[in-house]
């Protein structure tokens, strides 16, 4: 374990040159990435948000980093508690679940399915559901089951949302019909 990397993710605030900072040393030191997604992922850590902020940071970049640790990130997916932590997760979920570069197994697209629906369905805020609509509107271009229960949900519920997720599903609906 690398001590200063872990007082390094501690410390660390939500500020995007943070993040950043912490994204670019993973980058640099790879053999890091191990440690962040084993602190990411345990949610007794109590700055295991932070740590998803830089998990969120390298699916957005380097999508394909994540691929030795998506059994772990999808284990643990549905446990998450801290809004944060949350939203970070709803958008690696997003990026794993759109890459080029990754071929997700059938167990591992049926977890992330499964949450994307839960956090639909769920009290959550927009962005994590923004994220989960986008998702499951890739996964559901293969699976037409899944475009027709994204269509159900989100025309259900769009009344009684936001304006940023009503522009969200405005889009998702329209790219379904």
């Not at 899944?146 to 522009?167: F, H, L, M, P």
Request: hydrophobic content about 35%.
């Amino acid at each position: 374990m690398n001590s200063t990397f872990t007082d390094q993710l501690s410390k660390i605030n939500a500020s995007t040159e943070n993040r950043n900072r912490m994204r670019d040393l993973v980058l640099q030191q790879p053999e890091l990435l191990e440690e962040l997604i084993a602190f990411g992922t345990d949610l007794n850590n109590k700055h295991h948000h932070k740590d998803v902020w830089i998990i969120e940071m390298l699916a957005e970049h380097q999508t394909e980093m994540l691929f030795p640790f998506i059994d772990t990130i999808c284990q643990t997916i549905s446990e998450y508690k801290n809004d944060s932590a949350i939203r970070g997760i709803s958008r690696v979920a997003y990026f794993l679940g759109t890459s080029d570069k990754i071929k997700l197994s059938e167990s591992q697209q049926e977890k992330l399915t499964e949450i994307c629906l839960d956090w639909l369905i769920r009290d959550e805020r927009v962005a994590c559901k923004v994220y989960a609509m986008k998702t499951l509107y890739h996964f559901g271009k293969k699976e037409p089951w899944i475009a027709d229960e994204v269509k159900e949900i989100v025309s259900r519920d769009y009344a009684n949302q936001s304006a940023g997720y009503k522009a969200a599903a405005r889009e998702i609906l329209r790219k379904i019909k």
